[in-house]
């Protein structure tokens, strides 16, 4: 992954009049890689729509975009709201990582009512005899294992009407020729939200995903802007700020019959 600070031109977190409505009033939310990409426009958007924001991300070398990401947070925040706090960690593929994020968030904040699993990376490979096996289990274990230890850490701190959102891709449904392992791990992410739904609907917490298309985020740095997503239902890359609304519908009340689905903007 880049680093958003560096990206010409900047993705576009929170569109032009955008019109919040408390959605997410007094709720705590807990977002992994919020630094920046799809994971910092959730974090704008509940912050807009009301929420207390806490969000990982990976020290020292994503320290500047969570800055950003934190001064803009205290921006958008509530006038009685709890200030909202960054969280570094070096890895969060490993579960005592993942326990110290929700001690933190816990302690600070007493609870976690929405559980958003961005964190992610992808190094494309184009031939899979050139596929490292240390970068097989590295991506295992940002994109899957991060979501699994997350969730049994956190979910004892979630009440009746909490809700978990992971981020998949659409890559996890179509494959792609470059990211085998990537793809992989987001098709991983499909069942592991299906399943989970079900397992935690007799709690009344609901688990639902969002699987954006090509979206001009930090992962996708090293692409050409003009060229990436033209092979999509609209032709274009889309922006942070088209896909976090799906976050915002998930966390809110507005989706209280809805557990186990995925929503795909593209």
Known sequence: PGLEYLMVPRPVSVALGYKSSNKLKGKVAL???GDSGIGR????????????VAFVYVSPAEEI????????????????????????VTDLGYHDQCNKVVEDVV??????????????????????????PNQVERVFRTNVFSQFFMVIHGVKHMEEGSSIINCL???GYLGHAENVDYASTKGAIVTFTR??????AKRNIRVNGVAPGPTW????????PNKIGKDGPLGRVGQPCEVAPSFVFLASQDASYMTGQILHPN
């Open 31 to 33: 977002v992994t890689g």
């Open 41 to 52: 426009a959730v974090c704008y958007h509940f912050g807009l729509e009301g929420a207390t």
């Open 65 to 88: 975009d969570a800055e950003e990401t934190l001064e803009k947070l205290i921006q958008y925040k509530a006038p009685h709201a709890p200030k909202p706090m960054k969280i570094p």
């Open 107 to 132: 302690k600070e904040y007493g609870r976690i009512d929405i559980l958003v699993n961005n964190a992610a990376e992808q190094n494309p490979c184009p031939n899979i005899e050139d596929l490292d």
């Open 169 to 171: 891709s659409r890559q």
């Open 195 to 200: 399943g989970l739904a079900l397992q935690l």
């Open 217 to 224: 985020t930090p992962i996708n740095a090293s692409h050409d």
